[in-house]
């Protein structure tokens, strides 16, 4: 088998790892069938051209549409990492819900302010943070009050306290001003859309914000109740 690149698949909520037979793979009209690791990669090879584009589901999560380009990827490590989005369901206990309605289609964010020790930012993608436990930060989406709609993701710890990010601004401005954590979704043809929020994050959402294509612009709005 000629291995053309693999997948990492997480959980958008809560950065954990997805890694088991419920995930299809939808190339065009056929379901295709990678290799799947113990490691946690899904490995895909024989597919041909540079770009593909296919389209990944798993019961309970929003189906996505993922668009790989080969030649972009680093060849000695071509992998890349995607965040599944759930979908609406009572059967997840870990969080509760809000609903609103955007533009169909929309990229949503919900925001929320976090009760954090943040110390200014390092160079390097790297934040000190205290006060909360690195399973309840690493994974997960935040981003700044000072710039809400550049969200990152917390992936690692470098030592107690420090945590490596990816795409995490770093201008003072920005980094001297609270952290928020970000909950990401998008509505549906209908417009309507469901984020999960972790219990108790209520009282602390500062608001939702969703991306106006045709505006080019972000449009913020107040937080919406709890569906």
Same mark, same amino acid.
């Given at each position: ?21 419920s995930?299809?793979? +939808? ?12 490691e ?5 090879g ?12 798993? !019961?309970?999560?929003?189906?996505i &549409?993922? /668009? ?7 060849p000695?490590f ?13 059967t997840?206990?870990d &969080?509760?819900?809000?609903?609103? $309605?955007?533009p ?5 964010l ?14 390097n993608?790297?934040l000190?943070i ?10 997960r ?6 710039? !809400? ?8 710890m *470098? ?5 490596t ?6 201008? !003072?401005?920005?980094t001297?001003s ?6 990401? *979704?998008k509505?549906?043809?209908?417009? /309507?859309? $469901? ?6 994050h +209520? ?5 939702t914000?969703?991306? $106006?294509?045709?505006?080019? +612009? ?10």
């Amino acid at each position: 088998m000629t291995v053309d690149f693999a997948l990492l698949l997480y959980d958008e909520f809560n950065g954990a790892p997805i890694n088991d037979e419920s995930v299809l793979f +939808k190339l065009e009209d056929r379901i295709i069938t990678p290799l799947r690791k113990s490691e946690g990669f899904y490995v895909f090879g024989g597919l041909g051209n540079d770009e593909v584009e296919f389209t990944i589901s798993r !019961p309970r999560y929003q189906p996505i &549409c993922e /668009r790989i380009i080969k030649s972009g990827l680093d060849p000695g490590f071509p992998v890349k990492r995607v965040r599944l989005r759930r979908a609406y369901s009572g059967t997840f206990s870990d &969080c509760e819900w809000i609903a609103g $309605d955007a533009p169909p289609g929309s990229e949503v964010l919900a925001l929320a302010r976090e009760e954090l020790k943040l110390q200014a930012a390092e160079t390097n993608n790297k934040l000190t943070i205290l006060g909360k436990a690195a399973g309840l930060l690493i994974g997960r989406r935040f981003s700044f009050e000072a710039a !809400p709609t550049e969200t990152f993701i917390i992936t690692g710890m *470098a030592a107690p306290g420090v945590y490596t990010t990816e795409n995490a601004p770093n201008t !003072p401005e920005i980094t001297q001003s609270a952290l928020l954590r970000a909950y990401i *979704a998008k509505s549906g043809a209908d417009g /309507r859309y $469901d984020i999960p929020v972790e219990h108790g994050h +209520k009282d602390a959402l500062t608001g939702t914000a969703y991306y $106006d294509r045709g505006e080019s +612009k972000w449009v913020f709005a107040s937080a919406p109740a709890l569906s």
